[in-house]
């Protein structure tokens, strides 16, 4: 399990600072960018989006490009008629106040969940949904994921979690 922003490598055997989009991500043994469709880029070494995938409203992940005069929506951002919610399977335009949520039965996955499963894009989870272990420290009562996720490398202890037997 790594700390809050950080998320595993993708060989699960090292944790990798969160680089959001247009941050530096130079130090690529280090850092990683936020999510499965964002990527370092080699010139500006900085994250952007892939192609196809364009910033979404808060700049720190990346949605699909607007195609055939549609527009796509991220989990909280407005939607209608021609801007609809990225992801169709979990998530509704809400009438009452025209922005994508989770359908019935599902929550928003928590930075948290986002960063226990880097490889997972999934904005929502299902309502009763809980990875289970409590860290303690600083974080006390937060919950983090349990997926078997076991680092064997640490090369900073202060910003690092190292959770090899």
């Known amino acids: 399990m790594c700390n809050i922003g950080y998320q595993p490598s993708s060989d699960s055997t090292e944790c990798l600072k969160v680089v959001e989009l247009y941050r530096s991500c130079a130090d690529k043994n280090n850092t990683r960018c936020r999510g499965p469709l964002a990527y370092c880029d080699s010139i500006s070494k900085t994250c952007h989006c892939k192609d196809g995938y364009i910033p979404a409203r808060d700049n720190i992940r990346c949605k699909k490009a607007p195609k055939y005069n549609l527009s796509y929506a ?75 996720l076991f680092f064997s490398r640490v090369t900073d202890e202060s910003t690092r979690t190292n959770l090899a037997p």
């Open 74 to 148: 991220m989990l909280g951002e407005d939607c209608d008629i021609d801007v609809i919610c990225q992801d169709g399977n979990q998530q509704v335009c809400s009438l009452d106040t025209s922005k994508c949520t989770c359908r019935e039965g599902l929550k928003p996955a928590s930075t948290i969940d986002l960063n226990a499963e880097p490889f997972v894009f999934d904005e929502c989870r299902p309502a009763d949904f809980n990875l289970g272990v409590v860290i303690t420290g600083p974080w006390d009562g937060l919950k983090a994921a349990n997926h078997s």
